[in-house]
């Protein structure tokens, strides 16, 4: 059982209950601090962890990865700056496809995919006023939508 809240995850293995925050991901509370809007357990047991700053965390197995950081999408010091193009820092949007891609709607930069292997960005209808991506749903004959809006 995954409970997310906005200073971290925690989760119940059926014996005690077990927190991912600030203290466990060693962030100093400023610069650098857990703001979760999403989450999402794969078809692998991974479990993605949207943060609205610090991008995304990835916790597999008994390790946790600044996904952001590795993939060189996340920018120091712009947590409450609008995020530039290129980087996954406001994740309020975590989905699964049926082909087992991971996507990620971001509050500034769009949607981006996840194949296992490379991420790459998708930007909205440019004419729009916002990127944000809300939530993402996958239909019967797996179209994927995107909700988005101001």
């Known amino acids: 059982l995954w409970i997310a809240y906005y200073a971290g995850v925690c989760y119940?293995?059926?014996?005690?209950?077990?927190?991912?925050?600030?203290?466990?991901?060693?962030?100093?509370?400023?610069?650098?601090y857990m703001h979760v809007r999403s989450i999402l357990e794969d078809s692998k047991g991974r479990l993605w962890i949207g943060n609205n700053g610090i991008g995304l965390q990835l916790k597999e197995n008994d390790s946790i990865i600044h996904f952001s950081e590795k993939y060189h999408l996340f920018r120091e010091n712009l947590f409450r700056a609008k995020s530039p193009p290129g980087t996954l820092m406001h994740v309020f949007a975590i989905k699964e496809d049926s082909v087992g891609n991971i996507w990620f709607g971001d509050?500034?930069?769009?949607?981006?995919?996840?194949?296992?292997?490379?991420?790459?960005?998708?930007?909205?209808d440019t004419s729009l006023t916002?990127?944000?991506?809300?939530?993402?749903?996958?239909?019967?004959?797996?179209?994927?939508?995107f909700a988005s809006g101001d």
């Open 12 to 32: 119940y293995d059926g014996k005690i209950m077990h927190n991912i925050n600030d203290s466990t991901m060693h962030y100093d509370g400023k610069s650098k």
């Open 107 to 124: 509050r500034d930069t769009g949607v981006w995919r996840f194949d296992g292997k490379q991420m790459k960005n998708f930007l909205l």
């Open 130 to 145: 916002t990127q944000h991506i809300w939530d993402i749903y996958e239909d019967k004959s797996g179209n994927l939508l």
